[in-house]
């Protein structure tokens, strides 16, 4: 059954703002996405009033999620500072699950990090991320599972990059995430991975125009109304760079460590740097750096030339006393396996990529042992 704008609207008439105003008629609502039985949409009001609009963000997600034909229902509470108001008024107001920036807090308020709290059946989460983005790292990602797979771990891989997930096309997956009893949404099995991504409920060209509240609210329903099973291990594919979505699933679950992707060129470099300081002001464990695209072997002549320098994230390992995870090419067969939607670790699983993210993956989970052992 094909669920309409129109129908969203009719539902959240019915849904009282503060003011006792109908919220279709209280100029607060961005604009309703629907598509294939998702809704999108996100409440925006001011910020001093944003405790008060909680509860009608929690009765119009409700609304909508009654309507016959939607399966998913992503509603976000946007709460702006106006002109003048102090700057200790809240910037935003989160979901229900979400959370505050580390800079909002205040002295003797509780610590954003007591709000985490682990996901049931999963020993532990990780996240896979970078300082920029087209270094390789949702690929990286990707082939790390398969790694962790091959080594005999039930692995789940999470696309968290709202803005641009690539999940999709690197598995080769176009179906839809199916809802069980408890309208929980049931991740997709491909190569022996527990696979969501935010590009199983958009389409691949949908512009994702979201405010950061929004991108939180995503994330954390993907995180929590996923029915992920028993799991060894949570490959989190992170958006680049140390925003909202880093914050936030720092803060929702105790993340037992960050694999930070790198290229050799000094300009990563830096970048990863960022992101390697920020996993550590949040006490997330760095689990080690990787060097993609280290160097190019021709496969005509075997001449190995080093494209983007080399070298140059396991110096910057050393200096920053975390651990090397390992180098990996930049080869042609890496690409081609990624477009086709057949990653390499399974493609070629022999060959010598694949033998790359199996000691990759090794490296990991040697120092996340511990955790697996004690869930």
Same mark, same amino acid.
């Given at each position: ?6 129908q969203? *609207? ?9 003011r ?17 039985g998702?809704?999108?949409f996100?409440?925006?009001?001011d910020? +001093? ?13 409700a609304?909508v999620? %009654? ?5 998913? +229902?992503?509603?976000?509470l ?9 700057q ?20 003797g ?12 059946g999963? %020993? ?8 920029k ?26 696309? +968290? ?25 049931i ?9 969501m ?26 995180l ?6 028993? *799991?060894?291990i949570l490959v ?10 880093q914050?936030?699933?720092?803060? /929702?679950?105790? #993340?037992?460590?960050?694999?930070i ?21 949040? /006490? ?11 160097? =190019? ?10 494209? =983007?320098?080399?070298?140059g ?16 090419? #930049? ?27 199996? !000691?990759?993956g ?8 511990? !955790?697996?052992?004690a +869930?």
């Open positions: 059954m094909s669920v309409t704008q129109q969203v *609207l009719d539902s959240l008439t019915q849904v009282a703002s503060p006792g105003v109908p919220l279709t008629n209280a100029n607060v609502l961005s604009a309703i996405s629907v598509t294939d998702k809704v999108f996100s409440i925006n009001v910020a +001093a009033e944003a405790r008060a609009w909680e509860s009608v963000r929690a009765q119009a997600e609304a999620r %009654a309507i016959p034909g939607v399966t998913t +229902a992503m509603i976000a946007t709460a702006e500072r106006k002109p003048g108001t102090p200790a008024a809240p910037a935003a107001h989160r979901h229900s699950h979400g959370v505050q920036p580390a800079s909002a807090h205040r002295p308020a509780a610590s954003p990090m007591s709000r985490q709290a682990d996901i049931p999963v %020993a532990a989460v990780i996240a896979v991320a970078s300082g983005g087209g270094v390789g790292k949702s690929t990286t990602a990707l082939n790390l599972a398969l790694g962790l797979r091959d080594l005999g771990l039930r692995v789940g891989l999470l696309d +968290a990059d709202i803005y641009g997930p690539s999940v999709p096309r690197l598995t080769g997956i176009n179906e839809k995430p199916q809802l069980d009893d408890n309208r929980k949404m991740p997709i099995k491909c190569f022996g991975l527990s696979i991504s935010i590009g199983f409920l958009v389409e691949e060209d949908t512009a994702m125009i979201w405010r950061g509240p929004m991108v939180m609210s995503a994330i954390t329903q993907m929590r109304d996923v029915a992920w099973g028993t *799991l060894d989190v594919d992170m958006p680049p760079g140390t925003g909202d979505a914050l936030t699933l720092a803060q /929702n679950v105790p #993340l037992k460590g960050a694999v992707i790198s290229t050799p060129q000094d300009l990563s470099l830096i970048d990863a740097r960022r992101g390697l300081a920020m996993f550590k002001k949040v /006490n997330v464990p760095v689990l080690g750096i990787v060097e993609n695209m280290s160097y =190019f072997q021709c496969p005509e002549c075997g001449t190995r030339s080093d494209i =983007f320098g080399h070298g994230a396991r110096h910057e390992a050393e200096r920053l006393g975390v651990p090397f995870l390992g180098e990996i090419p #930049l080869h042609m067969s890496i690409r081609t396996t990624s477009d086709e939607g057949n990653p390499v670790v399974v493609s070629e699983p022999d060959g010598p990529h694949a033998a790359i993210y199996r !000691a990759i090794s490296r990991v989970r040697d120092q996340l042992q511990g !955790a697996i052992a +869930a």
